[in-house]
C-alpha cells in the first residue's frame, strides 16, 4: 500500500525503470507533472523540466471533451483505456493509453497515463477513421439493443456526459426510434434536444448496426445540429408575422383615415338633383384629393345639376387649400353641374383674396340655407 505521505516522485519510482512510457497529466492546469525516461522520449523532452514548461491548454475541442471524461471517471475511482493519437513534437503516434487516478503533492487529483505502441498495421486509413470520427462535430453514439451505450464520440461526451443512454439522450423519443429500428426501418427526425449548452435542435438518424466487440445488435446513431437554422426560420417566420401584421395595421389605419375624412366631408343628396357638402375642419392637399375623387363620382352617378359646398364648419383654409377649392369648383363645373359657395367666413375670404384664387365667377351665397334655396329656385 502506497504511504500517503509519500511525494508524487517517491511513489511513482518504482515506473522509472518501466519500458512502457507513463506519465502524469494535471488536467486542471493542461501540465504535464511527472514523466519516466520512456516518457521523455516519447513526448520528445530534453528533460523533465522541458516537458513540465509544456502548455496543452490549446487542445482541440475533442481532445478536452475526452480528458473532462476521463478526468470524471478517475474521480470515480474507475479506470479507463482508449486508443489516442499523440502528436509529441507534432509526429503523430498511435497508442493504447491506460489511466488511473493519481494525487498530485498539493492534494489535487491527476490522471496517471500509461501507454502502449499500437501494432502500426492499423495506421493508415483506420487510425484516419477513427481520429476524424473522434474530431467531427457530429454527434455519433452506438448503443445496445436496449439504448445502453455502447461508445460515443467526443462530441457526445461534451454535450451529454459520459453515462448518455438513449432513454436520457432522447426523453420523448427513444421508445420510437427502438419501434423503428426493431422495424428493420431507418429512423430520421429533427429533435429537440436538451445538451449541455441549452435546448438545440438536431437532425436524428438511427439505423440499425453490429457491435463490433460482441457481434450483438446494436444502434448507430447520428446526430446533426441545425439549431441556427431552425433559429433563422423562426426569426424568419417571426418577421413575416410582423410584416403582415404591420399591412393589416396599415390597412386598417387606412380604412379609418378614409373614413374619418368621409365624415369631414359627407356628400348629403338633398333632393332635386343637389349635393351639398359641409366641409368640416381644414381643407388640406390630402382631404381635397379624396374629396374630389369621392364628389365627381357622385356628380355623375347622380347627375347633379347643382353642388354646394358648405365653408361654415372649415376651421382653417390657406392658400394652397383655396387653390384646391378653385379646382374642385372647375371639375364640377365640366361634369354639367353648377358650384355654389356657402358659408364663407371673414378670414377664409381674406385668405382667398391673398391667394389670387377669383370666385367671382361662382355664385356665393352667405349661409347652406340660402344656398338650398337657391337650388330650388333654379331647377
Known amino acids: 500500500m502506497v504511504d500517503e505521505a509519500m511525494g508524487l516522485s517517491e511513489q511513482l519510482s518504482a515506473l522509472l525503470q518501466s519500458k512502457l512510457p507513463v506519465w502524469v ?37 475533442a481532445t478536452q471533451a475526452r480528458l473532462d471524461s476521463y478526468m470524471r471517471a478517475v474521480r470515480r475511482g474507475e479506470e479507463v483505456a482508449e486508443d489516442w493519437t499523440l502528436y509529441p513534437r507534432g509526429k503523430p503516434t498511435t ?149 403582415e401584421e404591420l399591412h393589416h395595421t396599415l390597412a386598417l389605419v387606412e380604412t379609418q383615415r378614409q373614413e374619418i375624412l368621409a365624415l369631414s366631408a359627407p356628400i348629403l343628396d338633398v333632393g332635386r338633383g343637389t349635393l351639398a357638402v359641409p366641409i368640416i375642419g381644414e381643407l388640406s392637399d390630402a382631404r381635397g384629393s379624396e374629396l374630389a375623387e369621392r364628389l365627381l363620382s357622385s356628380v355623375s352617378e347622380k ?5 354646394i359646398l358648405d365653408l361654415t364648419g372649415c376651421g382653417a383654409l390657406d392658400e394652397e387649400g383655396a387653390r384646391l377649392l378653385l379646382r374642385l369648383t372647375r371639375s364640377i363645373e365640366l361634369l354639367g353641374s353648377q358650384s355654389v359657395i356657402t358659408g364663407v367666413a371673414a378670414a377664409l375670404a381674406h385668405t382667398i383674396v391673398r391667394a389670387g384664387v377669383d370666385l367671382s365667377a361662382l355664385k356665393t351665397l352667405r349661409n347652406l340655407r340660402d344656398g338650398l334655396e337657391y337650388c330650388r329656385r333654379n331647377t
Open 25 to 61: 497529466y494535471d488536467h486542471d492546469q493542461a501540465r504535464i507533472r511527472w514523466a519516466n525516461p520512456e516518457a521523455l522520449l516519447l513526448w520528445k523532452a530534453k528533460s523533465m523540466d522541458d516537458l513540465a514548461a509544456r502548455d496543452y491548454s490549446d487542445n482541440s475541442p
Open 95 to 243: 497508442m493504447t493509453l491506460h489511466g488511473s487516478r493519481v494525487e498530485l503533492d498539493d492534494g489535487r487529483l491527476a490522471i496517471l497515463f500509461q501507454a502502449m505502441h499500437k501494432d502500426q498495421t492499423l495506421e493508415g486509413s483506420m487510425v484516419r477513421g477513427v481520429e476524424a470520427l473522434r474530431h467531427t462535430s457530429m454527434l455519433v453514439s452506438l448503443f445496445d439493443g436496449q439504448g445502453g451505450e455502447l461508445y460515443h464520440n467526443p462530441a457526445v461526451l461534451r454535450e451529454f456526459g459520459d453515462d448518455a443512454k438513449l432513454f436520457s439522450m432522447f426523453p420523448k423519443d427513444w421508445q420510437e426510434i427502438l419501434r423503428t429500428i426493431a422495424a428493420g426501418e431507418l429512423y430520421q427526425a429533427e429533435l429537440s434536444v436538451n445538451v449541455s449548452s441549452g435546448e438545440c435542435w438536431y437532425v436524428v438518424e438511427a439505423r440499425r448496426a453490429t457491435d463490433p466487440v460482441t457481434g450483438g445488435a446494436a444502434i448507430l446513431v447520428q446526430q446533426r445540429d441545425v439549431t441556427k437554422r431552425r433559429q433563422a426560420e423562426a426569426l424568419a417566420e417571426t418577421r413575416n408575422q410582423i410584416v
Open 303 to 307: 347627375r347633379a345639376q347643382f353642388v
